[in-house]
């Protein structure tokens, strides 16, 4: 018994020896492989009940177009006035006007449409420049405009835009046009001496 005690003792150190680092390799490689798997596990359950966070991109408000408050009082004001209120200042007719609702009345000068092929109307103001009050319509509007004739008076509703090569009026709505032609002193505006050679 005594010898093949030693006799397993002796192959199992010679196996050692010989094969020792081949199996300590062997069971650590296993031991990192298992480790690998369960912390794998781990994460997909982890992942699983995490809640999920959804990052949105902040938009920038868009700002309105400005529009009259209806409760304002509605500004009624001759095309002459208007006109001459601005050029006497600028900007304290901005104040006044710009951005508003208004009522003009005025002499129609042209009706036409521009390069945009948006109908308008130009009032006659001052006779001392080639400044006039320019009324901007929409296509929904170009049936009252057929109604509308030079020289005719006209009151208009707009939202005055202010100066700039004109005053100007947008979003304008036909309120009332005279019955017959008005008496207008064509020496004393250059614009009525312009268009009457256009004619």
């Known amino acids: 018994m005594?010898?093949?005690?030693?006799?397993i003792l002796a192959i199992s150190l010679v196996i050692i020896y010989f094969f020792g680092d081949y199996i300590s390799n062997y069971l650590l490689s296993a031991a990192n492989s298992i480790d690998k798997v369960s912390k794998s596990i781990e994460g997909k359950n982890a992942t699983?009940?995490?809640?999920?966070?959804?990052?949105?991109?902040?938009?920038?408000p868009t700002t309105p177009e400005a529009s009259p408050n209806p409760t304002e009082k509605l500004i009624r004001v001759t095309a002459k006035q208007l006109e001459q209120d601005y050029d006497d200042n600028?900007?304290?007719?901005?104040?006044?006007?710009k951005g508003k609702l208004?009522?003009?009345?005025g002499a129609i000068i042209t009706i036409d449409r521009d390069f945009d092929d948006k109908p308008y109307i130009n009032l006659a103001a001052n006779g001392n420049s080639f400044t006039t009050v320019w009324c901007s319509f929409d296509e929904s509007d170009v049936s009252s405009l057929a109604k509308a004739n030079k020289n005719y008076e006209i009151t208009i509703q707009g939202?005055?835009?202010?100066?700039?090569?004109n005053v100007n009026l947008k979003k304008c709505k036909v309120i009332s046009i005279s019955s017959e032609p008005i008496q207008i002193n064509k020496s004393e505006s250059l614009l009525h001496k312009y268009y009457g050679n256009q004619e």
């Open 90 to 97: 600028q900007f304290t007719a901005d104040e006044e006007y």
């Open 2 to 7: 005594n010898k093949k005690r030693w006799y």
């Open 102 to 105: 208004i009522e003009v009345t």
């Open 159 to 165: 939202i005055c835009d202010g100066l700039k090569s």
């Open 48 to 60: 699983k009940d995490a809640p999920v966070i959804k990052y949105v991109t902040p938009v920038a």
